[in-house]
C-alpha cells in the first residue's frame, strides 16, 4: 500500500496562491491515476481535479480556470496549484492515487474509495 502524504495547506486571503503538495505515490513506470479531492465541514466530499500518465487532466467546474494539478514522475510528487482563493475553497485536501487506472474514474465511481490510496489531508481556510 502506497503511503501518501500531503503538504502545503495554510490560512491564507481571498485571492491569494496556495501549492499543494502530495508525496509518496511512487508510479514512476506505472500506468497511474492521481487526483486531489476536497471536503469542506458538512459537506460531501468532492472531486477537484485528475491527472494519468499521458498528462490528460480533469477539473470540477467550480475550480476551472484556477486550479492547476500537475506531476513530478522523477520526485513522485504531485502538485495541486490554487490562484485566486476564495472562501468557498476552504476545505481539507486529500490526494488519492492509484495504478491500477490507465484512465480516471468518473468523480461519482465507487472506485475511488475501493481501489485508491489516500493521504491523511491538508487544511486550506481561506478568509475574505
Known amino acids: 500500500q502506497v503511503q501518501l502524504v500531503e503538504s502545503g495547506g495554510g490560512s491564507v486571503q481571498a485571492g491569494r496562491s496556495l501549492r499543494l503538495s502530495c508525496a509518496g505515490f511512487?508510479?514512476?513506470?506505472?500506468?497511474?491515476?492521481i487526483a486531489w479531492f476536497r471536503q469542506a465541514p458538512g459537506k460531501e466530499r468532492e472531486g477537484v481535479a485528475s491527472?494519468?500518465?499521458?498528462?490528460?487532466?480533469t477539473y470540477a467546474d467550480s475550480v476551472k480556470g484556477r486550479f492547476t494539478i500537475s506531476v513530478d514522475n522523477v520526485k513522485n510528487t504531485l502538485f495541486l496549484q490554487i490562484d485566486g482563493l476564495k472562501p468557498e475553497d476552504t476545505a481539507m485536501y486529500y490526494c488519492?492515487?492509484?495504478?491500477?487506472?490507465?484512465?480516471?474514474?468518473?468523480?461519482?465511481?465507487?472506485?475511488?474509495?475501493?481501489?485508491?490510496?489516500w493521504g491523511q489531508g491538508t487544511q486550506v481556510t481561506v478568509s475574505s
Open positions: 488519492a492515487g492509484s495504478s491500477r487506472f490507465y484512465a480516471c474514474p468518473e468523480w461519482s465511481s465507487d472506485s475511488w474509495s475501493a481501489a485508491f490510496d
Open positions: 511512487g508510479y514512476r513506470y506505472k500506468t497511474f491515476c
Open positions: 491527472i494519468n500518465r499521458e498528462d490528460f487532466t
